[in-house]
């Protein structure tokens, strides 16, 4: 495509949307953690070496009886609150900035469990109600 000579009409989107296909056999619930599988199909989070986390789920979504792609959830990038993992991994105010892994669709933890989970974001901040993981 060559360099404009005159003004384009440009369709943009909001960056902090998404609405991915899902994969099949699953149900995606609302405020919990969407990833990304290796064949490019939205699941819910889960400990794995090869899914890429895209943020919340912002609805729920039933696809337990679809194939791949037959429905799409709308998942935000943003700063959202987790759980934190149990004691041994679990995150404290010392870990604000660094990397958080993935447990599951609604947990984090300090460590990779030895390369066993994926990058969730990074830790935003860390109170009463638990982390405060960033997406974007």
């Known amino acids: ?17 998404l609405k991915p296909p899902m ?39 039933d696809n337990t009886s679809g194939s791949n792609g037959d429905k799409r959830i709308t998942v935000r990038k ?8 149990a004691s041994a991994d679990a995150l404290t105010i010392a870990d604000i900035g660094n990397e958080v892994y993935l447990v599951d669709d609604q947990t984090v933890a300090k460590t990779s469990d030895t390369n066993a989970r994926i990058v969730a974001g990074k830790l935003f ?12």
């Open 23 to 61: 994969a099949a056999g699953v149900k995606i619930y609302k405020g919990t953690v969407v990833v990304r599988t290796s064949a490019g199909y939205a699941r819910p989070g889960r400990t794995s070496t090869t899914d890429k986390v895209l943020g919340i789920a912002q609805e729920t979504v």
């Open 1 to 17: 495509m060559a360099a404009a000579t005159k003004e384009r009409k440009t369709d943009i989107r909001d960056g902090g949307y």
């Open 78 to 85: 943003t700063v959202a609150n987790l759980g934190n993992s």
């Open 125 to 136: 901040d860390l109170d009463d109600r638990g982390p405060w993981v960033d997406f974007r």
